[in-house]
C-alpha cells in the first residue's frame, strides 16, 4: 500500500527540485525526505527519482505517481473536507499565507477573532509575496493565500484554485509636508512626471502598477530608491528622499512629517483576494477564515 506521507513528500522533491528543498518546506529533515521516497521505491518496486548532476529529477515512473497521486491526495482533502462539514465543527490546522500589509492590517486581528470564537481550530502564519503564494496554495503547501490584484494587472491563479475577493484597497501618494504638492487635494501621473520616487523592487505586483500609471504620460516613473517594505517608504519620504505610492491597508500612522494624497487618473485600487484549493470548498475551517476576513 502506497503511503500517502511519502508520496507527498515526492511531490515535494518535484516541486522544489530536490531533497534538501523539499525537506525544508515539508519541515523534515532531508533523509526523512530521502527515506520516505526509498520506501515508495520498495513499494513500487520501480525508481522514482535519478540523480543529474547535483540534484535529482523524476523517472517516467515518479512523474506518473506525483501526476495520478495528486489527484488522489486532492480527493482525501475533499472527502475529509466533506466529513468535517457533515460534523459542522470548525476545528484543525490551517496553513495561512499573506503579503506583509495584509498580514498586519487584515489577518493579524481575524486570527484573533477567530481563535476566540473557534479555539479548536489553529492557524500557522507566514508572509510572502503573492505569486509565491499562490505556488504554495496550488502545490498544498499551504491552504489559504491572501493575494493582492492591482486594476487590471492580472494575476494567474490556477484553475484547481478557488478565489474570493474579501476586500478592497486603497493607495496614496506620500508625500513629506514640505513637499510643494502636499497641500493638493487629488494628484495624477501628469502632476508627478519628474518626482523621484520610492519603490517596491522590478518585478513586484505594486513596481508594476506604479509603471502603469504612467501610460499615456509618454514618461516612465523615476525610481530614486527601492525597498520591499512600505513601512521603509515611509522612513525615505520622512527623510527627504522622494514620494511613494502607500497602500492604505496595514499603513502606519504617518505623523506630522507626511502627507497622503489620493491619487487619479488612474485610481490605484487592489482587490485582496483569499485563495484555497477547491477540494477545500466544503471545510467549515476555510469557510470560518473566509467569512471572517470578508467580514
Same mark, same amino acid.
Given at each position: 500500500? %502506497?503511503?500517502?506521507?511519502?508520496?507527498?513528500? !515526492?511531490?515535494?522533491?518535484?516541486?522544489?527540485?530536490? $531533497?534538501?528543498?523539499?525537506?525544508?518546506?515539508?519541515?523534515?529533515?532531508?533523509?526523512? *525526505?530521502?527515506?520516505?521516497?526509498?520506501?515508495?521505491?520498495?513499494?513500487?518496486?520501480?525508481?522514482?527519482?535519478?540523480?543529474?548532476?547535483?540534484?535529482?529529477?523524476?523517472?517516467?515512473?515518479?512523474?506518473?505517481?506525483?501526476?495520478?497521486?495528486?489527484?488522489?491526495?486532492?480527493?482525501?482533502?475533499?472527502?475529509?473536507?466533506?466529513?468535517?462539514?457533515?460534523?459542522?465543527?470548525?476545528?484543525?490546522?490551517?496553513?495561512?499565507?499573506?503579503?506583509?500589509?495584509?498580514?498586519?492590517?487584515?489577518?493579524?486581528?481575524?486570527?484573533?477573532?477567530?481563535?476566540?470564537?473557534?479555539?479548536?481550530?489553529?492557524?500557522? !502564519?507566514?508572509?510572502?509575496?503573492?505569486?509565491?503564494?499562490?505556488?504554495?496554495?496550488?502545490?498544498?503547501?499551504?491552504?489559504?493565500?491572501?493575494?493582492?490584484?492591482?486594476?487590471?494587472?492580472? %494575476?494567474?491563479?490556477?484553475?484547481?484554485?478557488?478565489?474570493?475577493?474579501?476586500?478592497?484597497?486603497?493607495?496614496?501618494?506620500?508625500?513629506?509636508?514640505?513637499?510643494?504638492?502636499?497641500?493638493?487635494?487629488?494628484?495624477?501621473?501628469?502632476?508627478?512626471?519628474?518626482?523621484?520616487?520610492?519603490?517596491?523592487?522590478?518585478?513586484? %505586483?505594486?513596481?508594476?502598477?506604479?509603471?502603469?500609471?504612467?501610460?499615456?504620460?509618454?514618461?516612465?516613473?523615476?525610481?530614486?530608491?527601492?525597498?520591499?517594505?512600505?513601512?521603509?517608504?515611509?522612513?525615505? $519620504?520622512?527623510?527627504?528622499?522622494?514620494?511613494? !505610492?502607500?497602500?492604505?491597508?496595514?499603513?502606519?500612522?504617518?505623523?506630522?512629517?507626511?502627507?497622503?494624497?489620493?491619487?487619479?487618473?488612474?485610481?490605484?485600487?487592489?482587490?485582496?483576494?483569499?485563495?484555497?484549493?477547491?477540494?477545500?470548498?466544503?471545510?467549515?475551517?476555510?469557510?470560518?477564515?473566509?467569512?471572517?476576513? *470578508?467580514?
Amino acid at each position: 500500500m %502506497i503511503e500517502l506521507t511519502a508520496l507527498a513528500s !515526492l511531490r515535494a522533491v518535484d516541486t522544489h527540485g530536490s $531533497v534538501v528543498a523539499a525537506a525544508d518546506a515539508l519541515g523534515y529533515t532531508p533523509s526523512a *525526505v530521502s527515506q520516505q521516497v526509498k520506501r515508495l521505491e520498495r513499494q513500487t518496486g520501480v525508481a522514482l527519482l535519478e540523480r543529474v548532476g547535483r540534484g535529482v529529477i523524476l523517472t517516467d515512473h515518479g512523474r506518473h505517481l506525483v501526476d495520478a497521486g495528486g489527484r488522489l491526495l486532492a480527493d482525501l482533502e475533499e472527502v475529509e473536507s466533506t466529513l468535517h462539514q457533515r460534523a459542522g465543527t470548525v476545528a484543525g490546522h490551517l496553513r495561512l499565507t499573506a503579503f506583509s500589509t495584509a498580514m498586519r492590517g487584515l489577518v493579524a486581528p481575524v486570527v484573533r477573532d477567530l481563535r476566540a470564537e473557534h479555539p479548536d481550530l489553529t492557524l500557522s !502564519l507566514t508572509e510572502r509575496e503573492p505569486w509565491d503564494t499562490v505556488d504554495l496554495v496550488a502545490s498544498g503547501q499551504t491552504d489559504l493565500g491572501v493575494v493582492h490584484r492591482w486594476g487590471d494587472l492580472s %494575476i494567474n491563479v490556477p484553475d484547481h484554485l478557488a478565489s474570493t475577493i474579501v476586500a478592497r484597497d486603497l493607495a496614496d501618494v506620500v508625500l513629506h509636508r514640505d513637499h510643494p504638492l502636499a497641500g493638493s487635494p487629488v494628484l495624477s501621473p501628469h502632476d508627478l512626471l519628474d518626482e523621484q520616487w520610492i519603490a517596491t523592487p522590478e518585478g513586484t %505586483i505594486c513596481r508594476q502598477w506604479l509603471t502603469r500609471m504612467y501610460a499615456g504620460t509618454g514618461r516612465l516613473p523615476r525610481i530614486a530608491h527601492t525597498a520591499m517594505e512600505f513601512d521603509s517608504h515611509l522612513a525615505l $519620504v520622512r527623510a527627504g528622499l522622494g514620494i511613494a !505610492l502607500v497602500p492604505r491597508l496595514g499603513r502606519q500612522p504617518l505623523g506630522d512629517e507626511l502627507v497622503a494624497v489620493p491619487a487619479r487618473d488612474p485610481e490605484p485600487t487592489r482587490d485582496v483576494l483569499v485563495v484555497h484549493r477547491r477540494s477545500m470548498a466544503d471545510s467549515p475551517a476555510v469557510r470560518a477564515v473566509l467569512d471572517h476576513l *470578508v467580514r
